[in-house]
C-alpha cells in the first residue's frame, strides 16, 4: 500500500486538529490560561506535525515545529501570554491551513510565507525567551570546556542515557552534512533542551555539547524533524572537561571556524549511523502503536460520504418497496391474514426508525458552522474598531450536511454585514444610551420540520428613510406607505447597498441577494426583522434536509405531480364569481381581497385531458419566490414524504421541474418547482401570443 | 488445423469488436456492446413536457431515474407502436444513464475491421456525425451508431449545456 492513499486521512484529521486550536485559543483566558487548554493545544501541534513529518511535508512541519515549541513553553509557564501572541498563534494556524491545502491540492506551499511566519516565530522565541536561555549558556560558555574527542557510541551509553534520564548529563550531538539553515534551527532547538556548552564544526560536520536532562532519545526524536536519523549522532559525554582547545570555540559562541570535532575518526561514523538507523524504526513503531491506541479511544469512525448517501438510497428503496407491500395488504382481509397485516406494520415502523436513523448519519450540529465565527467576529470587531461580544445558541442542533456546508456562506456574510453596519462604535453606542459593548448573536433552533437560524444585533437597526432614497435612485418601484417588511425586503434586491462607503468588509451591494438566492436554492426562506436604534434580526429558515421532501401529490389529466408542501397554502374549489378575466388569456382568481393570476397546470405542462373547465378543477394556492397564484389542477390526492431524487443526474434541469421521486407503484413522479412553473407558463403565453399575431398578420396580408 | 483455427479466432478477437444489434422497423443497427447496461422492457415511463417528442420521459430504474428516449422517432420512422415487444436498451454513456426505445434486439455479433466501412457522407435525419461506420455482414447491412456521439449530441437535448445555448 502506498504512503499516500493515508493522505487524505491526514489531511481530515490535521484539519480538526487546526479547527480544534482555533477553538481553544481563541476561548483561552489570556490573563490566566487553563493549563489543560494550553496543552491541549500544544498537542493538537505536535500531532500534525508528526503526521506532517511521516509524510514528508516539510514546510507544514517545520512551521508547526516552531509553533509547538513556543506552545511548548507557554504551557510550562515560561512563555507569559499576551494578546498579540495569540493573535500571532492564531496567524500560524491559518498559515498551516494554507499550507494543508497547497499540500492537499498537490503543490508546494508559498514559500515565503513560510519564511515569514518561521522569522515571525523565530522571533517571538528569541524576544519572549531569548533571556531565559541566554544567561545559563553565557555561564556555561565561562568554564573549560571538553574537546570533541569523544568515545564511541556503544551499547552502554545507550542505556546510560536511557537510565540517566533525569540528571544533567552532557551529550555530544554530531550533525553530518547539514547546511547553515538547518544547523542554525537544530541549535536553537538544542538550547530548549538544557545548555550548550559548546559548538563547532562546518556544513560536513558540526558539533554541539550539550548539558541536559532530556534523554538521548527525546533530543534525537525532535531533531529528526529537522534533518535525517542518518545525519545524527548523539552521545553521552561523561567524561568531565579536560583537555583545552575547545576552550576557545566555545568562548566565541555561536559561529566558530574551526572545528575541532574533525578530530573524531572518521570510521566511527558508519556505525553511528547504522545505530541510529536501527533506533528510528523502533521510535516509530513505538510512536504509531500509541497513536492507534489513542485512536480506540474515540467512538467515531470516518466514512466517505458517498457510502452514506448510497445507504440513504438504499433505505429509500425500501421505503418504496415497503409502501408497494403496504398497498397490497391493504386489500387483504384482515381476518383471515391477520399475522401478514401485523407483521407489514411492523415492517413499516422498523423500516421507518431505519430511514430515520440513517438520515441521521447525514445530520451535524450547527457548531460545524458557529465555530469558525468567533475568530471572524473577533479580527473583524479589531479591524472596525468595534467592540463586540458574540453569543452562540444552539450549536448542537443537527443540519444535513450538504445543507451544513451551503448555509456557511450566506452567513459569513450576514455576519460581516451586522458586524459592518449593523453594531455601531462604542462612542456611537454609548451615546445612543446602549452599552458600549454590541452583542451578536448566532442561534439556531428546530421549528417543525424546519431549522430556523437567525443573525441578531443589538445595532442601529435598518434606516427606512435611507432604503428607500436608495431604492428610488436606483429606480426601483417604491412608496413610502410602504410596510417596514416590504422595505426590509427591498436590500436583498441585486446591487442594494446602503453603505456610504464601500469597504472590504462589505457595502459592495453584491452581497444580499445571493444570500436571499443561496437560501432559496436550499428550499428555504430569509427574512428582517428591525427596529431603527434596537437592531436587526435576519431569520433564516432551512428545511432539515434536501433528501426527503413533504409533498402534496395531485392528479392532472391521469399523471401525478407533487407539490412541495411549504409551497402550498391553501386549495379551493374556484367559484364562477371569482374569476375575472384579464387582457383576453389571462385570469385571475378572487380570494379573499386578493386577486391571484391562475396558472393552469395543463397548459404550462401541456397535459391532455385535463379539467380545462376553472370550476370543475381545483386551484392550489402556491406561493414560490415571493410570487403567489392559483395553480389550477384536476384533483388533489394526498400528503406525502417523498425521496427527492436528482433528474439532472442522468438528464438535465427541467422547465417547470425541481426533480423527481419514486411513487408506492414504482413509478416516476415529478416535482414541480412553483417559481419556474410561473416563469414556464409566462414564456409558453407570450410564444402564443407571438403566434396568434402572426396569424392575424397572414391573415390581413391575404 | 485446428489450432491454426482457434489462433485465428484470438487474432480475430483482438482487432473486432462486439455489438448489440436492434431493429427500427426494417432497418438493422448496432451499437457497441460495452456501452450497454442491460435490456428491459418499455414501461410505467412518466411524460415530460416541453421537451422534443423523440424523449419519451423518465423512468425508475431500481431507484435511479433514468431518461427515455424513441429512436424511432428520432430518426422519423412511420410506424411508432408500443407493445410486449418494444425493448429498451439501456446504455451508459458519458457516465450518464440513458434507455433508447427500439422496436427489437436480434443478436450479438462480433465484427472486424474489415467487415466496418465508413459511413457515407450523406442524411438528412441521421447525420453521420453519428455514425461509426457501416457493418457488412454477408447480405446484411448494419448501421453501426456512435451511442455516446449521438446521446451526447446538442440535438438531443439531454445534457444540460444544450440547454443553456438554446
Known amino acids: ?702 | 488445423m485446428s489450432t491454426q483455427a482457434s489462433m485465428n479466432a484470438v487474432v480475430n478477437d483482438a482487432a473486432s469488436r462486439e455489438y448489440l444489434v436492434f431493429s427500427l422497423g426494417d432497418e438493422e443497427y448496432a451499437v457497441d456492446i460495452l456501452k450497454v447496461q442491460e435490456i428491459r422492457g418499455y414501461e410505467n415511463v412518466t411524460r415530460i413536457a416541453n421537451v422534443p417528442d423523440f424523449i419519451k420521459g423518465v423512468t425508475n430504474l431500481r431507484g435511479v431515474i433514468v431518461p427515455i428516449i424513441d429512436l424511432r422517432l428520432k430518426f422519423h420512422l412511420d410506424k411508432v407502436e408500443y407493445d410486449g415487444q418494444t425493448v429498451v436498451i439501456v446504455v451508459n454513456v458519458d457516465d450518464r444513464i440513458v434507455g433508447i426505445v427500439v422496436d427489437g434486439v436480434s443478436d450479438v455479433m462480433s465484427l472486424a475491421p474489415d467487415q466496418i466501412k465508413p459511413a457515407p457522407e450523406f442524411g438528412v435525419t441521421l447525420s453521420s456525425d453519428y455514425l461509426s461506420g457501416i457493418g457488412s455482414l454477408e447480405d446484411r447491412m448494419l448501421v453501426l451508431v456512435d451511442i455516446e456521439k449521438l446521446l451526447t449530441h446538442e440535438e438531443m437535448q439531454l445534457v444540460e449545456r444544450t440547454a443553456e445555448s438554446a
Not at chain 1, 523502533?282 to 445507504?311: C, F, H, L, M
Not at chain 1, 444610551?433 to 437567525?454: C, F, M
Request: hydrophobic fraction near 40%; proline fraction near 4%; charged fraction near 25%.
Open chain 1, 1 to 702: 500500500m502506498d504512503i499516500s492513499d493515508f493522505y487524505d486521512t491526514f489531511f481530515e484529521e490535521a484539519e480538526e486538529l487546526l479547527a480544534d486550536m482555533e477553538r481553544l485559543l481563541l476561548d483561552l483566558d489570556v490573563d490566566d490560561p487553563d493549563v489543560e487548554e494550553l496543552n491541549a493545544i500544544f498537542r493538537a501541534a505536535h500531532s500534525i506535525k508528526g503526521g506532517a513529518g511521516t509524510f514528508g511535508f516539510t514546510v507544514l512541519q517545520e512551521t508547526t515545529h516552531l509553533l509547538e515549541n513556543l506552545l511548548d513553553h507557554t504551557r510550562r509557564g515560561e512563555l507569559t501570554l499576551r494578546r498579540d501572541i495569540v493573535d500571532t498563534f492564531l496567524e500560524t494556524k491559518d498559515m498551516l491551513h494554507d499550507q494543508l491545502n497547497a499540500y492537499r491540492n498537490g503543490s508546494e506551499p508559498d514559500a515565503e510565507a513560510f519564511e515569514r511566519i518561521s522569522r515571525v516565530l523565530q522571533q517571538m522565541a528569541l524576544d519572549e525567551l531569548g533571556q531565559g536561555d541566554a544567561a545559563p549558556a553565557v555561564a556555561a560558555a565561562a568554564e573549560p570546556k571538553p574537546s570533541a574527542e569523544l568515545p564511541a557510541v556503544s551499547e552502554h551509553d545507550q542505556e546510560g542515557g536511557d537510565a540517566g534520564k533525569n540528571s544533567t548529563r552532557r551529550l555530544a550531538i554530531t550533525l553530518t552534512g547539514v547546511n547553515d539553515k538547518d544547523r542554525d534551527l537544530l541549535v536553537d532547538e538544542l538550547e530548549h533542551f538544557g545548555t550548550i556548552v559548546s559548538q563547532s564544526g562546518d556544513a560536513a560536520r558540526y558539533q554541539v555539547l550539550l548539558d541536559s536532562t532530556e534523554s538521548q532519545g527525546d533530543i534525537e526524536a525532535v531533531l529528526c524533524f529537522i534533518i535525517e536519523p542518518e545525519q545524527l549522532s548523539i552521545h553521552a559525554d561523561e567524561v568531565p572537561a579536560a583537555e583545552g582547545g575547545a576552550g576557545e570555540a566555545a568562548a566565541t559562541e555561536s559561529k566558530p571556524v574551526e572545528a575541532p570535532a574533525r578530530e573524531i575518526p572518521e570510521e566511527q561514523k558508519p556505525g553511528q549511523a547504522t545505530a541510529k538507523a536501527e533506533a528510528a524504526p523502533a521510535r516509530a513503531a513505538a510512536k504509531s502503536g500509541g497513536k492507534s491506541a489513542k485512536g480506540g479511544e474515540s467512538n467515531t469512525i470516518r466514512v466517505p460520504v458517498d457510502k452514506v448517501d448510497q445507504i440513504i438510497n438504499l433505505v429509500g428503496e425500501l421505503i418504496i418497496t415497503q409502501s408497494m407491500l403496504e398497498q397490497t395488504a391493504s386489500d387483504l382481509d384482515i381476518v383471515s391474514h391477520g399475522p401478514l397485516v401485523n407483521g407489514m406494520n411492523l415492517l413499516q415502523r422498523n423500516a421507518r426508525d431505519l430511514q430515520e436513523s440513517v438520515m441521521s448519519i447525514r445530520m451535524m450540529p450547527m457548531d460545524y458552522v458557529f465555530s469558525r465565527f468567533p475568530r471572524l467576529v473577533r479580527d473583524l470587531a479589531a479591524k472596525l474598531g468595534k467592540d463586540v461580544e458574540l453569543i452562540t445558541e444552539g450549536k448542537s442542533t443537527e443540519l444535513d450536511k450538504s445543507l451544513i456546508e451551503r448555509i456557511i456562506d450566506p452567513l459569513t456574510h450576514l455576519v460581516r454585514n451586522s458586524l459592518d453596519h449593523g453594531l455601531e462604535s462604542p462612542e456611537k453606542r454609548e451615546a445612543s444610551g446602549k452599552s458600549p459593548t454590541g452583542h451578536l448573536t448566532l442561534s439556531a433552533q428546530h421549528q417543525g420540520g424546519n431549522i430556523l437560524i437567525e443573525v441578531i444585533d443589538d445595532g442601529a437597526g435598518l434606516n427606512r428613510e435611507k432604503i428607500l432614497a436608495k431604492a428610488r435612485s436606483s429606480g426601483l418601484a417604491v412608496t413610502d406607505a410602504m410596510s417596514d417588511d416590504d422595505v426590509w425586503q427591498l436590500i436583498f434586491a441585486p446591487g442594494f447597498s446602503t453603505a456610504e462607503q464601500v469597504s472590504d468588509v462589505s457595502g459592495r451591494g453584491v452581497g444580499m441577494d445571493v444570500v436571499k438566492r443561496n437560501i432559496q436554492a436550499m428550499g428555504g426562506h430569509v427574512e428582517i426583522l428591525s427596529k431603527t436604534g434596537q437592531g436587526t434580526t435576519t431569520r433564516i429558515v432551512l428545511p432539515l434536509t434536501l433528501a426527503i421532501l413533504d409533498g402534496m401529490s395531485i392528479r392532472c389529466g391521469g399523471e401525478t405531480f407533487l407539490l412541495p408542501l411549504n409551497a402550498v397554502l391553501e386549495s379551493l374549489q374556484p367559484q364562477p364569481d371569482d374569476i375575472y378575466s384579464m387582457a383576453g388569456d389571462d385570469q385571475l382568481l378572487k380570494v379573499r381581497d386578493e386577486y391571484l393570476p391562475i396558472i393552469a397546470l395543463h397548459h404550462a405542462l401541456d397535459v391532455a385531458n385535463a379539467k380545462t373547465e376553472l370550476t370543475e378543477a381545483i386551484t392550489v394556492i402556491v406561493q414560490g419566490e415571493g410570487r403567489r397564484y392559483a395553480l389550477l389542477v384536476d384533483d388533489l390526492v394526498g400528503q406525502q414524504q417523498v425521496v427527492v431524487k436528482n433528474l439532472e443526474t442522468n438528464y438535465r434541469k427541467v422547465p417547470g421541474i425541481s426533480a423527481a421521486t419514486i411513487l408506492g407503484d414504482g413509478s416516476v413522479a415529478l416535482i414541480l418547482d412553483i417559481a419556474d412553473l410561473h416563469r414556464l407558463d409566462r414564456r409558453k403565453s407570450q410564444q402564443r401570443h407571438e403566434t396568434k399575431r402572426q396569424n392575424l398578420q397572414e391573415v390581413s396580408l391575404v
